[in-house]
C-alpha cells in the first residue's frame, strides 16, 4: 500500500544532540512537508519541498534543517539550536497539481521527540 | 492570506448529524476549502474539499456558502470513532505563488453515546 512512513515513532535526545527524522513516501507525489505539534495546538509549518534539491522556510524554521535528496526522502534535523525541541513532528507530502496548486495532502503517523 | 474560524469544541450525539461549521470570509475566488481530522496522536486525515459548489463522498459532505465566506462538514451519521479534532484549512500562496495549508487549533468534537 502507498503511503507515508515516519521513523522512529518515539526518539529520546539528549540536551545539546542533533537527531534527525525520517520520512519516506511511496506516493509519487512531489511535495513534502514537516509540521510541529504542540499538546493542545495546531500544526505549525517547518519546512516545505515542492521539488527535488530545492526547500523553502515555513513559519518556524529556526534550529531546523532538511534536505531533499530524493524525491520519496525528506529527513528533518532537529540541531541543538532548537531550545524546545519536546514536541509531536508530522511529515505530510501532496501531489502538485500545477498552476492550481497542490492536492490533498497525506500524513504520516508522527515521530514524538522528547528531551532527556 | 486566507483565515479560518472554527469553534473550539462541539459535542454531538452517535447516530446524529455532526455539523461543523467553518468561517473563512476572506477566502480569494480561486482558493478551495479542505477539511480534514486527526484522531489522538495520529496524524491528520484528508476528508473533503470543495471550491464553490458542494461536494460529497463516503465520509461526509462539503456545504459551500454561495458567497464563499463559510462552509459546513457534515457527517452524516457520527460514530464514537468520528471523535477528533477537525481542521478547515484553505491554500494561502507563499511569496514564491505556491500554495502551502496554514493549519490553525481546529475543532474538537466528541460524539458521545
Known amino acids: 500500500d502507498g503511503g507515508i512512513t515516519q521513523s522512529p515513532k518515539y526518539l529520546f535526545r539528549k540536551e545539546g544532540q542533533n537527531v534527525t527524522l525520517s520520512c519516506e513516501q511511496n506516493?509519487?507525489?512531489?511535495?513534502m512537508y514537516w509540521y510541529r505539534q504542540d499538546p493542545g495546538q495546531g500544526l505549525r509549518l517547518i519546512y516545505y519541498?515542492?521539488?527535488?534539491?530545492?526547500?523553502q522556510k515555513g513559519d518556524i524554521a529556526e534550529g531546523y534543517s532538511v534536505s531533499r535528496e530524493k524525491k520519496e526522502s525528506f529527513p528533518l534535523t532537529v540541531t541543538s539550536a532548537q531550545k524546545n525541541p519536546t514536541a509531536f513532528y508530522l511529515c505530510?507530502?501532496?501531489?502538485?497539481?500545477?498552476?492550481?496548486?497542490?492536492?490533498?495532502?497525506?500524513f504520516g503517523d508522527g515521530t514524538r521527540l522528547s528531551i532527556l | 492570506d486566507a483565515k479560518t474560524t472554527q469553534p473550539t469544541s462541539m459535542d454531538c450525539a452517535e447516530g446524529r448529524a455532526a455539523n461543523l461549521p467553518c468561517n473563512h470570509s476572506?477566502?480569494?475566488?480561486?482558493?478551495?476549502v479542505y477539511w480534514y481530522r486527526q484522531i489522538h496522536s495520529q496524524g491528520p486525515q484528508y476528508i473533503i474539499h470543495?471550491?464553490?459548489n458542494n461536494e460529497t463522498n463516503e465520509m461526509a459532505s462539503l456545504i459551500i456558502t454561495e458567497d464563499r465566506k463559510s462552509s459546513t462538514l457534515i457527517l452524516p451519521h457520527a460514530t464514537l470513532r468520528d471523535t477528533a479534532v477537525y481542521y478547515c484549512?484553505?491554500?494561502?500562496?507563499?511569496?514564491?505563488?505556491?500554495?502551502?495549508?496554514?493549519f490553525g487549533r481546529g475543532t474538537s468534537l466528541i460524539v458521545h453515546p
Open positions: 505530510a507530502s501532496s501531489p502538485f497539481a500545477g498552476t492550481g496548486g497542490i492536492g490533498p495532502q497525506h
Open positions: 506516493l509519487n507525489h512531489d511535495a
Open positions: 519541498s515542492q521539488i527535488v534539491n530545492d526547500f
Open positions: 476572506t477566502i480569494s475566488g480561486n482558493e478551495y
Open positions: 470543495g471550491l464553490k
Open positions: 484549512i484553505v491554500r494561502v500562496a507563499d511569496t514564491g505563488g505556491s500554495y502551502i495549508p496554514t
